[in-house]
């Protein structure tokens, strides 16, 4: 089993930028590729962002590429994600989940999730 658990989100003005945080215990935090999903209200949870077990592969989606930065500190058992040039489009739930696999984008190949944090953007 693994272990998330999220912080950092809150409210933000648009063109600002927050910092979020996940971080692991359990199993081998390294052994796992970490991903950024979201959900708006009324929508359903989407793909933001992944990483390689190691950090040398990072994904995103066409809405954040440019915007938002993926990062991970094996030492630190953390998966990070940098969010800067924020929009009200970006407000929503955002959730750290962990795959078993080397680098994974699509929502079911993770297993492990955390219970999410809030990020609103005010225009």
């Known amino acids: 089993q693994v272990q998330l658990v999220e912080s950092g989100g809150g409210l933000v003005q648009a063109g600002g930028s927050v910092r979020l945080s996940c971080t692991a215990s359990?199993?081998?935090?390294?052994?796992?590729?970490m991903g950024w999903f979201r959900q708006a209200p009324g929508k359903e949870r989407e793909f933001v962002a992944t990483i390689s077990w190691s950090g040398s592969s990072t994904g995103y989606a066409d809405s954040v590429k440019g915007r938002f930065t993926i990062s991970r500190d094996n030492a630190k058992n953390t998966v990070y994600l940098q969010m800067n040039s924020l929009k009200p489009e970006d407000t929503a739930v955002y959730y750290c989940a962990a795959s078993g696999l080397y680098y994974a984008t699509n929502m079911n190949a993770y297993d492990y999730w955390g219970q999410g944090t809030q990020v609103t953007v005010s225009s």
């Open positions: 359990g199993r081998t935090f390294s052994n796992y590729a």
